[in-house]
C-alpha cells in the first residue's frame, strides 16, 4: 500500500496571519437521527463527545465532532484508525437508519493563525467574524470565494478549515492572497 | 442583496450562499394526469409584481432546501420556513398580511 499524502505537503505562508496546510486529518460524514440514544452514544464513543448544538463543534483529547446539519455531524479523529472508528459506528447503529462514510482522502485541511486570521477569512467568505459574533467553538458551512468549504476557531485562537481535496490548490491561493502583507484592510484591529 | 435566514441552520444567508429554487408549492402531475394538467405544471409559473413563494437551497450551507415569502418589488422578505410543508403556514401568511392586507397568491391568500 503506497504511503498517504495530504494534497500540498504541508505548505505554509506567512504574511497577515499564518495560512498552513495542516496534513490529513480523519474525518467522517456521519448522518442519522440526532435525538436517537443510540446515535448518540456512538458519537460518544468515537469522539469522546455529545452531538454539538447548531452550528457549533465540540472536541475531546479522543476526536472532535462538528455540526453540519440537522441531520449530519462531521467527526474529525485520528487519520490512522478512521476505518476502525467507522466499523465501530456501523456496528454500534446497525439496525439503525445512519450513514457513515470515511471522507478523510477527499478533504484537505488549513489553519489560519495570528493577528490577521478574523480578517483572512472575512475578506474571502460571506460571514460575520468580528470578535464576539464568531467564537472559540463556534463552526460554519459557507463558501471561501467560489469554493465550499467549513471553518471553526478553536480555544487557542486558531482558525481551521476544511474544503475538498480536489480545491486544495484554489483553497491555499486565495488564502495566501487574502493575507498578502500589502493588504491589510484593519477592520478587526 | 437579499438575505434570508435558513430555518435550519438559522444563519442570515446573504444570496451567494443560497441557490433559488424557484416557486414555491408546486403539485406534481405525471403519468395519467391529463395534458393540460402535465402542460401546465412543466410551463406555468406564477410571475408575480409583490408577494411571491419561493423554493430556496442553503448550498453554501446546510444544504437543506427551505422556502421564503417575499416580495418581488421591494425584495422585502416576509419570513422563512420548513420545506416540510405544502403550503405556507399560518405565522407566514400572518406575517404577509401585516404588510400585504388582501394578498392572493395561486390558492393562498390572506
Ligand atoms: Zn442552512
Known amino acids: 500500500m503506497s504511503k498517504a499524502q495530504s494534497a500540498l505537503n504541508g505548505a505554509s505562508y506567512a504574511g497577515l496571519a499564518k495560512v ?21 452514544a456512538a458519537v460518544k464513543a468515537a469522539t469522546g463527545c455529545d452531538v454539538p448544538g447548531v452550528r457549533k463543534i465540540a472536541s475531546s483529547e479522543v476526536g472532535a465532532v462538528a455540526w ?7 467527526l474529525l479523529v485520528d487519520y490512522a484508525g478512521v476505518d476502525a472508528v467507522v466499523a465501530q459506528i456501523s456496528e454500534a447503529l446497525a439496525g439503525e437508519h445512519h450513514l457513515a462514510v470515511n471522507v478523510s482522502d477527499a478533504r484537505a ?8 486570521a478574523r480578517e483572512v477569512i472575512a475578506k474571502v467568505a460571506p460571514v460575520d467574524l468580528a470578535p464576539g459574533q464568531f467564537e472559540a467553538g463556534d463552526f460554519r ?13 478553536d480555544e487557542a485562537g486558531v482558525f481551521h478549515i476544511v474544503c475538498f481535496r480536489s480545491v486544495a490548490v484554489y483553497m491555499y491561493n486565495l488564502l495566501c492572497t487574502s493575507a498578502h502583507p500589502q493588504s491589510k484592510v484593519g477592520v478587526y484591529a | 442583496m437579499l438575505i434570508l435566514e ?19 408549492h408546486l403539485k406534481r402531475f405525471g403519468p395519467g394526469a391529463s395534458d393540460e394538467d402535465f402542460h401546465d405544471y412543466l410551463f406555468m409559473r406564477e410571475n408575480p409584481k409583490g408577494v411571491h413563494l419561493e ?9 437543506k432546501w427551505f422556502h421564503a415569502a417575499r416580495c418581488t418589488m421591494t425584495l422585502e422578505v416576509f419570513g422563512t420556513y420548513t420545506a416540510q410543508t405544502s403550503e405556507p403556514p399560518q ?14 397568491w395561486r390558492e393562498f391568500s390572506a
Request: one cysteine or more.
Open chain 1, 68 to 74: 453540519m446539519s440537522p441531520d449530519e455531524l462531521l
Open chain 2, 55 to 63: 423554493r430556496w437551497r442553503h448550498v453554501n450551507g446546510c444544504g
Open chain 1, 109 to 116: 485541511c488549513f489553519a489560519v493563525s495570528g493577528e490577521g
Open chain 2, 6 to 24: 435558513c430555518p435550519y441552520c438559522g444563519v442570515h444567508a446573504e444570496e451567494t450562499e443560497l441557490h433559488a429554487g424557484g416557486e414555491a
Open chain 1, 20 to 40: 498552513e496546510e495542516t496534513g490529513l486529518g480523519g474525518m467522517i460524514t456521519l448522518r442519522g437521527d440526532f435525538a436517537s440514544a443510540g446515535f448518540q
Open chain 2, 91 to 104: 405565522e407566514i401568511k400572518d406575517k404577509i398580511s401585516a404588510k400585504r392586507p388582501g394578498w392572493t
Open chain 1, 141 to 153: 458551512r459557507t463558501r471561501f470565494a467560489q469554493v465550499a468549504g467549513a471553518f471553526w476557531l
